[in-house]
């Protein structure tokens, strides 16, 4: 089956028009794909209903022809996609991804409601068919067991990038090449 289309999900407090995610729309278009790359509710609106809500208007374009790219608290949202409305998609490619604490308290509390449960991986495994994992080694928001642990939950390809930090634009990351090459290859082989 043919990818169609791709979803960028931005992070906490996050803009689909920051980090590597304008560069990215722009390559995945030159592949002919639909992208969406939604502004979520921020600061005091931050919560998982009410991203919900607002991906209602997306939601039925997401299919077994779609791919979904969630960066930090992103992929924690797709996993509450996949598992609440139990639509399929193709495959998921995860940056920076975490559930439960961080041991930040500045930042658990804004991602509690997407992150802070326990989840059905059997669920949301049903819902995509591959999964892939970026963790940084010295990421300071996101500890590298993050990924171990959802590459494990989720049997993901699993990717290391070496001093990558949170793998945004802080750390000098306005393009991402590694997720670029592997979305490339992964529609290759549809």
Known sequence: MPIT?????????????????????????????????????????????????EFKRWENAADEETIMIG????????FNFLEKSGKKIAAAFLVAPFVGELGNSDIYPPTKTFAGRDFNWDKIKRGCREFFIYSSDNDPYVPLEKGEFLSKKLNARFKIIHNGGHINEKFGYTKFGPILDDIKTFIAKQ
């Open 5 to 53: 289309k791709a979803f960028i999900i931005h992070g906490s407090m996050g803009s689909p028009n920051s980090n590597w995610f304008p560069w990215l729309k722009t390559e995945l278009e030159k592949l002919h794909l639909n992208v969406f790359a939604p502004q979520f509710p921020i600061g005091e609106r931050q919560n998982l209903s009410n991203w919900m809500s």
């Open 71 to 78: 960066h930090s608290m992103g992929p924690a949202f797709i």
